[in-house]
């Protein structure tokens, strides 16, 4: 898809949707962790930044922000693989941790991190993705929170993108990947 693409999402989660949803994940979790002390959200850079700035600012619990970074290995290499690029500031160590991300596909993301962070001894690790994809779960993760279901499609907007494409987009659309433009 060039720069130029007219090719425009198709709607597949509209923005009033997604603010609803996030307002119960949000009740939720607040429940959940009442009277624990205070919540480490860490977010998994880039997708879930705008899901995270709306689900931290809806939470009443005491909570605290901080961010990781991953990348794919080029394909070819180790397939399926990822990398740390960055790290979180803080120490995990006796927090409780809640790992947001955007979307859950094959799983091997949200599986890595949980794996990792687990061996830093935090007082609890949990997960929530506001999107998980049907059909596509090559690894067992544990998933604890979870906005939408939806179907194996690729999706854009509210953080996420194709090729750094539609991030800021408000809803949640579909594009089709092979179609340039
Ligand atoms: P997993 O490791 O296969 O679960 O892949 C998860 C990662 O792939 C996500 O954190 C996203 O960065 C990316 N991803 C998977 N599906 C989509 C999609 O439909 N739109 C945008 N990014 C996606
Ligand atoms: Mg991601």
Known sequence: MSETSS?????????????RRVRELAAQIDRDYQGKGSLMLVGVLKGAFVFLADLARRLTVPREIEFMALSSYPDGSVSGAVRLVMDVRRSVERKHVLVVEDIVDTGRTLHYLIELLKTR?????????????????????????????????????YGLDYAERWRTLPYIGVVDPTEDG
């Open 121 to 157: 001894e935090p007082a609890s690790i949990r997960s929530c993705a506001l999107v998980r994809k049907e059909g596509r779960h090559e690894v067992e993760v544990q998933l604890d929170y979870v906005g939408f279901d939806i179907p194996d499609v690729w999706v854009v907007g």
């Open 7 to 19: 090719q425009q999402p198709r709607v597949l989660i509209p923005e009033a949707q997604i603010e």
